[in-house]
């Protein structure tokens, strides 16, 4: 049995255009108590790895503090921490994500094509891929993960789940039953889908932590 934390779709110093300067401001200090709050849960949930799957961050404009406190946070949960770039924070060799002096334990995927990190004291592989630009092109239909005595298969992936001409990684159910993963771990919807089956493989949305509008939940 694995225990994990998984969320995605942060938005983190999004601009709140639509209101005044100083409440902007109040929203995105709101928004970075998200970091704490997932800290908090992962030592009160003992979640053994955190996935992360994409959207952290709204854009390549971010405050330092953000990145300095997203830092600390992945430093303080102390367990492996796993980031899949989505559309919004997609990675670059110029990026963001290679800029970063992430903490010893954050993994990010860095790759188009889906590779694998593997957990073996947890008997645990991980699997993932990034978006490289604002768009990206089906991925998890050429996932099919080599099975392996005694562990277990995750996967960390932002894309657009029953919309087939999506221009952001559009996933089908079949893509998802055809994996070979035990769960996969998604970003991208922002609303919370709750678990969910296609074929021996369990996924799930988990939406986005705090709405930025009346719009979202």
Not at 78 to 102: E, M, Q, T
């Amino acid at each position: 049995m694995i225990r994990l934390l998984h969320a995605a779709d942060l938005h983190l110093d999004s601009p709140f255009d639509a209101l005044g300067e100083e409440k902007a401001a109040l929203r995105r200090r709101e928004q970075r108590e998200l970091l704490r709050s997932l800290a908090r849960i992962r030592a009160e949930e003992g979640a053994q790895l955190v996935l992360l799957s994409g959207d952290l961050f709204d854009s390549d404009s971010a405050w330092t503090e953000t990145e300095e406190l997203l830092c600390l946070t992945i430093s303080e949960m102390a367990v492996p921490v796993f980031i899949a770039p989505g559309n919004h924070d997609y990675y670059s060799n110029s990026g963001r994500w290679a800029k970063l002096r992430l903490p010893a334990n954050a993994h990010v995927f860095t790759s188009e094509d889906f590779d694998a990190v593997v957990l073996e004291d947890i008997g645990v592989r991980v699997w993932g891929a990034a978006f490289t630009d604002r768009y990206c092109a089906s991925k998890l239909d050429t996932l099919r993960i080599p099975r392996q005595d005694g562990f277990t298969e995750l996967v960390c992936v932002h894309g657009d789940m029953n919309n087939p001409g999506s221009r952001y990684n559009p996933i089908s159910e079949a893509d998802i039953a055809a994996s070979g993963a035990d769960y996969i771990a998604l970003g991208h919807v922002h609303a919370c889908s709750g678990l969910k089956k296609a074929g021996r493989t369990y996924y799930a949305y988990p939406g986005c932590p705090e709405g930025r509008g009346f719009d979202e939940c």
